[in-house]
């Protein structure tokens, strides 16, 4: 039988690594299973609660399909690893030789107490848009926190309300010191003075503690709000996989070959690398490890050796939009701020765009 890749995931990561699959060897099958047909290009979600258009959306089954690789609508519900097959929720089995898991992340709504009942995760679709709603139907006092494993869109919901919405009074919250972790003093001063010119509020004292009905409570003080949301801790998507291949976060353990055992493999934030290791934020480290991962996985159908994907000393990046402005951060340096980092961003993601096929609004 001829050998067979499955690619289990819905978002960036699944496309990516089955469209270099297929276009380094496209004598190898490739079948995605997907619950979606599209892909909503979430990091301009940022913009919808000020009043922006709905992000573009990316055609991913079609893409896929014209690409060569079979697509099949399902969710994983288990994965039997000795015997080499996923089940699906249909009660379909598909039978793999190498098994690549993109399945992503998604809020961790039990990591700060009480948020679950009372804040929103608008880095979830159905949360993005619940936010969106209430902000334009008039909530008033705004409270933003920020943090853990991704920083840059909670700093970037609050701007882009802050710019936007003039009558909305907004608090970024740094939920567990990553301004003081990650940022560095002057990087923290800047995004200070462009939250503050326009009417926001930017605070780094303490950690969150506590999410409370209308209030955020830190270590020493509480601010109030009538809409609260957290971008976010996240959690893998992964209660389909064995506890054994996943950390305390639900977050697939890869070594540097972005292996995590006998025939699994690794690509976007459902994975947690080794210590020493970095990967720079969703898109770009998908773009960043495809290849490597692809050539990994067709090399274990002939029983190579898979090679490092990933660097030892990889700086820490951070680049997020201002609405107007932003900046980029590496190792706690601020390198640059201002537009010239957003015109950057800007050309490297409409290229992407054209390159998918999105619907631009």
Known sequence: MTDRIVVVGSGFAALEIALTLRKQNQGIPVTVVTGETEIVYRPWLIRVPAGGLHPPVIPLARLLTEAGADVVSGRVMAVDLERRHVRLDTGAQIEYDQLVVASGAVADRERVPGAREHAVFPCDLPDAAEFAMRVSAGATRVAVVFGWERPGPGLEYAAWIAARRP????TAIDGDDTMGRRFGGKAAAWVRAV???RGAQLVTEGTVERISDGTVELQGSAFEADLIAI?????????WLPKALLDQRGMLRVDNAMAAGAGVFGIGDVVAVPDGYRLPPALRSIQATAAGIARNVTGALRGAVPQAVLRLGQPDMMGPDLAGVALLVRDQRLVLRGRLPLLIRSVGERRYLRSRSAQIA
């Open 231 to 239: 971008v976010a801790p996240l959690r893998g998507s992964t209660e």
């Open 167 to 170: 009558g909305v009074r907004v």
């Open 195 to 197: 939250l503050e010119k």
